[in-house]
């Protein structure tokens, strides 16, 4: 049994997937995505970097409002890894408090940047009173692919049950550099859920979808 020491990658009802929006909130992208998702009726887990939640926090408010769920994404975009245990504890610690300071809201779930986890950072992690989660769907937003491109791979890539990776934003790189990304990010979700639609796949927030969730031991 890998239970114990696992993360969160989906559900068991497959009529239900989790939509997924890392590295926000983003002040070109929050509002729109907001209004997009109240169109549709959706609700969606935001994993925030606690650097931009607090040079917007009107933006989380907002998210919190129109009923979506708030995660964890990081105080800044740092890996766990290489920070030992009880590096890695302390940050959570950190990052989780001043979240749910901006959030005004318990924050339960966390994503490591990159997907990379230790068992020593998976620890730190449940120790700070976090959940991991991951993903079953990399839709590959964050390279420098068309919208079409993406809504071809979350549509190959998602079954139900699934979590779907997404981003509002792209962190720059370690040095700062600049991301080769174009994309139209709300009208790449609009497309996506139009799609979901047609699968008669339902979106939820991972808190809904992990009741009844499907775990992984994820270390990489
Ligand atoms: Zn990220």
Known sequence: MLAPVSSVAGGHDLSQVAVTFDDGPEPSVTPPLLELLARHEVRCTFFLLVKQAEQHPDLVRAV??????????????????????????????????????VAQVPVHWYRPPYGKQSVRSWAAARRAGLDVVVWSADAADWEDLDVAAVVELAHVRLAG????????????????????????????????????????????????????ARRTAWFR
């Open 64 to 101: 919190v409002e129109a009923g979506h769920e708030i995660a964890l994404h990081g105080l800044d975009h740092r890996p766990l890894p290489p920070m030992g245990h009880r590096g890695a504890y302390r940050y959570l610690r950190e990052a989780k408090a001043r979240l749910e300071a």
């Open 161 to 212: 049950g699934g979590v779907l990776l997404l981003h509002e934003r792209l962190e720059p790189g370690p040095a700062g550099e600049p991301v080769e990304s174009h994309l139209d990010r709300v009208e790449m979700v609009e497309r996506v859920l139009t799609d979901l639609g047609g699968r008669g796949l339902r979106p939820v927030t991972v808190g809904d979808l992990a009741r009844r």
